[in-house]
């Protein structure tokens, strides 16, 4: 395999990043990466590198400073340049913004949220319920989580739909590189941001239970942070969350549909629900689109990656590694190494909100199966495109308990 110096002459495509998808045909397009061309490039999209292997994934996520998150986070990237921390920015610069986010989000606070999510599940589950159908992934997935990430960031509630609607329009149009409707949305999500970091200011709360209060608070060097900064942290914080949890409801009803005994399994023994859970988030990781940028020339598997060469980090294929996670395509139950899995990263960019995704995601698992006696997939099921990888569209036909 030829080098690629993007810029310098030839240009090689490993794959092509912009064929028509089905939803499982990208977990076959990395299978054959991992194993022929396991540092991969395409020029879609500018031009990227895709890591494969669980191994490399991992080892870059690791070393921050040979791959760094500061050019950008995710491709396709912003195309106005915006920087938003905490995942933007490089240690040390994105560490007082990381502890501040992290301090809302102990295991006590999140035991006091719980009852709360559940109640946010069970409601927002009963529209697809007395229909006895509906979008899994559009409807109850895009509006739970915003309920969840409402009890996170103390939100009014009255501004919840209109959050989960801004963030699903804004992530499509992202997808769809829609530039003039990205902007719109996030300056959306931003006045939001800015009312909430204003309305602290005034009212400041316990900066252990609310994030705005808590970055407000922080201090860097001795000095507040920029409260752009803030603004921003909390923009991102207001979506992030948002994002994923759509795409893994949808796969995990996509699955459930397709392995009936497993259904019936975790329907009769509730407390295997986190375990499960687990294992789905494996099989369904959603992202392989986030990036990091090398600092220096990296020599892979006999590809030279230059300085500022993007390289996306395809966690959805780590995860399907065959040299990590024997017959990666069945689900098994309490698989031995499952804690190995990078559903939610590694290193310095671990994911902030793991904690609070696996509680609320555990719980719409336990609230699918408690209140139906059967999930079915009945119509088209809609794949996303990058950076994320999943459905962002599954009709189901719901029977209720």
């Not at 149009?173 to 959306?188: H, P």
């Not at 991102?236 to 459930?256: E, R, T």
Request: proline share 7%; net charge neutral; with cysteine.
């Amino acid at each position: 395999m030829s080098d690629v110096r993007t810029g310098q002459g030839v240009e090689v495509d490993d794959f092509d990043a912009l064929a028509p998808e089905t939803f499982d045909s990208p977990h076959d397009l990395y299978r054959d990466l991992r194993s022929r061309c396991p540092v991969a490039h395409s020029s879609a999209l500018g031009g990227y590198w895709a890591l494969t292997r669980y191994e490399d994934v991992e080892a870059a996520a690791k070393d921050s400073q040979t791959f760094i998150s500061s050019v950008r986070a995710v491709i396709p990237s912003d195309p106005r340049g915006i920087r938003r921390p905490p995942l933007n920015f490089d240690a040390p610069a994105h560490t007082p913004f990381r502890r501040a986010l992290n301090r809302t989000l102990t295991e006590a606070r999140l035991a006091r949220m719980e009852p709360r999510f559940r109640e946010h599940a069970i409601r927002e589950l009963e529209p697809l319920l007395a229909r006895g159908s509906g979008d899994i992934a559009l409807e109850f997935g895009a509006t739970y989580p915003a309920f969840v990430a409402a009890e996170w960031l103390n939100l009014r509630e009255d501004k919840v739909y209109h959050l989960a609607k801004t963030a699903s329009v804004w992530v499509d149009a992202w997808r769809r590189l829609d530039g003039e409707l990205v902007t719109a949305k996030s300056n959306e999500m931003y006045e939001m941001a800015r009312a909430l970091v204003a309305d602290r200011r005034r009212e400041p709360r316990d900066p252990a239970v609310d994030p705005a209060s808590s970055l407000l608070a922080e201090r860097a060097e001795g000095e507040p942070l920029d409260e752009e900064l803030i603004v921003g942290a909390l923009r991102q914080s207001l979506v992030v969350g948002l994002v994923a949890p759509p795409l893994i409801i949808g796969g995990i009803c996509v699955h459930l549909s397709r392995d009936r005994e497993l259904q019936d399994t975790l329907r009769a023994h509730p407390e295997l629900s986190a375990s499960a859970l687990e294992e789905f988030l494996r099989m369904y990781t959603p992202y392989r689109g986030f990036c990091r940028t090398a600092s220096r020339p990296v020599d892979l598997h006999g590809r030279r990656i230059e300085p500022r060469q993007p390289i996306t980090l395809v966690y959805a294929s780590a995860n399907r590694d065959e040299s990590m996670f024997p017959e990666p395509d069945r689900f098994i139950l309490d698989r031995p190494n499952i804690s190995r899995h990078l559903a939610f990263g590694r290193g310095p960019h671990r994911c902030l909100g793991t904690s609070l995704a696996r509680v609320s995601l555990r719980i719409a698992l336990e609230v699918l199966l408690t209140s139906t006696s059967s999930i079915e997939v009945v119509g088209t099921i809609q794949p996303t495109r990058m950076p994320e990888l999943g459905a962002q569209s599954v009709p189901v036909r719901l029977t209720r308990a």
